[in-house]
C-alpha cells in the first residue's frame, strides 16, 4: 500500500508532521507506525452513519467496523439539543471515588483481604440488588425502615442490600450439601442504608465481614475477633485506641425465661435494648412494656444490663447457664490467642440486628468520639427464617467509613501517591510507535508503564513524571533507536545510559 495514502485517516497537521520526520529519517530501521490503508467507501455501508457521529473511529485496530454496530440494534436515545445543567455532586450520602480516595480504598480493601486470607478465608460476593423480602424481618429493626426499596419493571420488590449477612445464608442454603463445612467466608461489598448522616455513617457504604458456617463452638467467635485485632494491628491502631465490648444474647433471654416472656418476643427486646444508648431510658421502659413485660422484669433486665464485670454476671446467672459459660469460654481463649486487653464485657451489647443469637460484640473507640467500629456475632437460626436447616453461624461486619474516620484522628492515614515504574517517551513524533514496542515490552516483563501518547515538550515530560512518581525516563530517540538502543534516566539519582533494547528489563 501507498504509505502516503494512508495518511488520509490521519489529521492534515500531523500527516504534514510524518511526512516532514519520514523523510528526514529515511534510514530508520523499523517503520513503527504501522498504518491501514483507507478503506474503499463502496465497501464499507456503516460509513454513513459514522460521518454523522466524528467521534467515533471510523477502523479498528483488527479492522473491525467499531462505529457501525449490529444490525437491528436498538438506537441510542436522541440527543436532547437543550443543555440541563447537572448536579455535579453524587447523591446525599453517597461518594466518588476519584483516584486519590480510590487509592485509599484499595489500600484499606486490601488489609481487609489479606487478614482474611490470612486466616484462610475464601472471598466471596452476592447481588447488590436482592429481594426485598431477604431484608424483611418481624423484629421492627432500623435497618428495615432505612431499606432503599422499589419495585423493578417486571413488578417485582427489590432492594439494595443494606448488609451481606442475609446473601449469604441464602447462598449458604442454595449451596446445600454441595459445600463441606465449615464455610469460612469473606466479603467486601458496598451496602446501602437510608441513614441519617452522622460522622461515619453514610447512604452508602462497604463493609467487610467475615462468617464462619458450621462451627457451634466459641472458638469461631475467638477466631473472628482475633483476624479484627490482626487487622487494627496492621494499621497501627493498637488496645488503647479501641476495644471490644463483648455479651451474649443468651444473658438477655435467661432473664427474659426467668419472667416467662415468650421466646417469640427475643428479637424485638433485643432490638429495643440496642437503642439504649440512643434513646430515653423512659422510652425504652415504654416500648418494652408494650411488649407485655411487667415492670419488675423490665427493672431486673436493665439492672442485669448495666452488669460490666463476668463475676457479677455469674454471682446473678449462676455459673450453670449457657451465657456465662460461653462468655467465660471466650475470655479465656482471648487469652490464649493473645488479646485479652482488647476486649471487655459489657452486657449492655445486644446490637440492633434480630438474628443473633449468641455472643455479640462490637468494636468502638475509647476516646468515645465515634459510632460503633465494627459489629458480629453468632445467629444460629438465620437460614431456617429462610427456609433451611439451621447451621452454627457467626460473623461480623466492618465498615470503611468509622476506621477511615479513626485513622485519621490518630494520624495513622498513609500517604498514597500514584506510583509508576517507568514513564515512556518517543522524542520525534514518528517514533511513537518505537515507543510503544518498548512500552509493551515492559510491560510483558511486569512493569508498570506511562506511555507519553502525543508530542509533548521534554519539560512537560519531566513535570509528568514528577507527578506520577516515576522512577525511570525512557526516552526513545532517533539515534539510539536506529542502533536498536533507548535512553534510561533513573529519576531518583539522576543518572543516565544508554541500553538495547534486548536488554531492557
Ligand atoms: P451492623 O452492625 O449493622 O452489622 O453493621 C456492621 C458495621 O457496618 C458497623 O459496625 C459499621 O462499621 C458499618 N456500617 C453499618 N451501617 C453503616 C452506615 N450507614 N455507614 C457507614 N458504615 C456503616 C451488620 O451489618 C451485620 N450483617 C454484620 C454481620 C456479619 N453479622 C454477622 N455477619
Known amino acids: 500500500m501507498p504509505v502516503h495514502a494512508s495518511l488520509l485517516i490521519l489529521k492534515p497537521s500531523l500527516a504534514t508532521t510524518f511526512l516532514r520526520s519520514s523523510l528526514s529519517s529515511a534510514l530508520v530501521p523499523f517503520p513503527l507506525i504501522r498504518l491501514r490503508p483507507f478503506p474503499n467507501p463502496r465497501n464499507l455501508s456503516f460509513l454513513s452513519s459514522a460521518a454523522s457521529s466524528p467521534t467515533h473511529s471510523l477502523v479498528s485496530s483488527s479492522g473491525d467496523n467499531v462505529g457501525g454496530g449490529r ?8 440527543i436532547e439539543d437543550s443543555v440541563q445543567k447537572i448536579d455535579v455532586n453524587p447523591p446525599r450520602g453517597t461518594r466518588d471515588f476519584p483516584p486519590e480516595d480510590m487509592r485509599l480504598r484499595n489500600w484499606l480493601f486490601n488489609h481487609f483481604r489479606e487478614v482474611s486470607r490470612s486466616f484462610g478465608f475464601e472471598e466471596v460476593d452476592f447481588p447488590v440488588l436482592e429481594s426485598e423480602a431477604l431484608f424483611i424481618r418481624k423484629a421492627g429493626e432500623e435497618i428495615r425502615d432505612q431499606l432503599y426499596c422499589f419495585e423493578d419493571r417486571g413488578n417485582r420488590r427489590v432492594a439494595l442490600r443494606p448488609e451481606l449477612t442475609p446473601s449469604l445464608a441464602r447462598l449458604v442454603i442454595q449451596k446445600g450439601k454441595s459445600v463441606s463445612l465449615p464455610l469460612k467466608w469473606f466479603a467486601v461489598g458496598q451496602c446501602w442504608r437510608y441513614e441519617r448522616m452522622t460522622r461515619g455513617r453514610r447512604r452508602e457504604h462497604y463493609q467487610w465481614n467475615m462468617d464462619i ?4 463452638e466459641v472458638m469461631a467467635e475467638a477466631e473472628l475477633i482475633s483476624s479484627i485485632v490482626t487487622f487494627f494491628k496492621r494499621v497501627g491502631i493498637t488496645a488503647s485506641d479501641v476495644g471490644f465490648k463483648v455479651s451474649s444474647r443468651k444473658v438477655l433471654q435467661e432473664v427474659l425465661r426467668c419472667y416467662s416472656i415468650p421466646e417469640n418476643l427475643f428479637g424485638k427486646v433485643c432490638v429495643i435494648i440496642d437503642k439504649m444508648e440512643k434513646i430515653p431510658i423512659d422510652e425504652i421502659t415504654k416500648e418494652l412494656k408494650s411488649l407485655g413485660m411487667s415492670e419488675e422484669a423490665i427493672k431486673d433486665l436493665l439492672q442485669v444490663l448495666s452488669i460490666k464485670s463476668l463475676t457479677k454476671l455469674e454471682e446473678i446467672l449462676g455459673a450453670a447457664g449457657e451465657a456465662v459459660a460461653d462468655l467465660k469460654q471466650l475470655f479465656s481463649l482471648a487469652e490464649k490467642f493473645g488479646y485479652s486487653e482488647w476486649i471487655q464485657f459489657d452486657a449492655s451489647v445486644v446490637r440492633g440486628l434480630a438474628y443473633y443469637t449468641g455472643i455479640v460484640f462490637e468494636g468502638f473507640d475509647r476516646e468515645g468520639k465515634l459510632r460503633a467500629i465494627c459489629g458480629g456475632g453468632r445467629y444460629d437460626h438465620l437460614l431456617s427464617t429462610f427456609g433451611g436447616d439451621d447451621v452454627p453461624a457467626c460473623g461480623f461486619g466492618f465498615g470503611d467509613a468509622v476506621i477511615i474516620e479513626l485513622l485519621k484522628e490518630k494520624g495513622l492515614l498513609p500517604e498514597l501517591s500514584l506510583q509508576v515504574e517507568n514513564i515512556v517517551c518517543a522524542l520525534d513524533h514518528y517514533l511513537q510507535g518505537a515507543a510503544a514496542a518498548v512500552a509493551t ?36 530517540g532517533n539515534s539510539e533507536w536506529q542502533r536498536g538502543m533507548v535512553s534510561v534516566k533513573i529519576l531518583s539519582s539522576g543518572e543516565q545510559y544508554e541500553i538495547k533494547l534486548d536488554e531492557l528489563e
Do not use: M, Y
Not at 71 to 78: E, K, L, R, T, Y
Not at 213 to 216: A, D, K, L, S, T
Not at 449 to 475: G, H, M
Open 213 to 216: 458456617i458450621g462451627v457451634p
Open 71 to 78: 444490525s437491528g440494534a436498538i438506537s441510542p436515545p436522541p
Open 441 to 476: 515490552r515492559l510491560r510483558e516483563k511486569g512493569q508498570s508503564v506511562d506511555l507519553v501518547l502525543e508530542s509533548k515538550p521534554l519539560k512537560w515530560v519531566f513535570k509528568r513524571a514528577a507527578r506520577t512518581n516515576a522512577q525511570r525516563l525512557i526516552l526513545v
